[in-house]
Nanobody, 126 residues
Framework: QVEVVESGGGSVQAGDSLRLSCASS????????MGWFRQAPGKEREFVAA????????DYVDSVKGRFTISNDNARNMVYLRMNDLKPEDTAVYYC???????????????????WGQGTQVTVSS
């Protein structure tokens, strides 16, 4: 059974930083891709960042470029999202997603992912 668990969310002030972590278990993910998505109240889920299995290819939504950094640790089946200079518009539930196929490029499409976590809340106040 595959399990994906996010952690690291919280309530912060604008300009602060957070690091989200995502742990996956149940399979060996060394050749697969992972991504982060978010959903704000009343809005659709949106892509935030993605990384391929090697960590050499990443992709970001324009609104977080230069502020967020995705990274992975395949030895630990972990993916991280470092979020700097947080803004109130970053407030959302953040979801980690794991793609259960060999992934050589970063994937930004939600339905390409097979396993999802329950989400972690990030709240940024002004």
């Amino acid at each position: 059974q595959v399990e994906v668990v996010e952690s690291g969310g919280g309530s912060v002030q604008a300009g602060d930083s957070l690091r989200l972590s995502c742990a996956s278990s149940g399979r060996t993910w060394s050749m697969y891709g992972m991504g982060w998505f978010r959903q704000a109240p009343g809005k659709e889920r949106e892509f935030v960042a993605a990384i391929n299995w090697s960590g050499e290819d990443t992709d970001y939504v324009d609104s977080v470029k230069g502020r967020f950094t995705i990274s992975n640790d395949n030895a630990r089946n972990m993916v991280y999202l470092r979020m700097n200079d947080l803004k109130p518009e970053d407030t959302a539930v953040y979801y980690c997603a794991v793609r259960g196929k060999i992934t050589t490029t970063a994937i930004s499409v939600a339905n390409e992912y097979d396993y999802w976590g329950q989400g972690t809340q990030v709240t940024v106040s002004s």
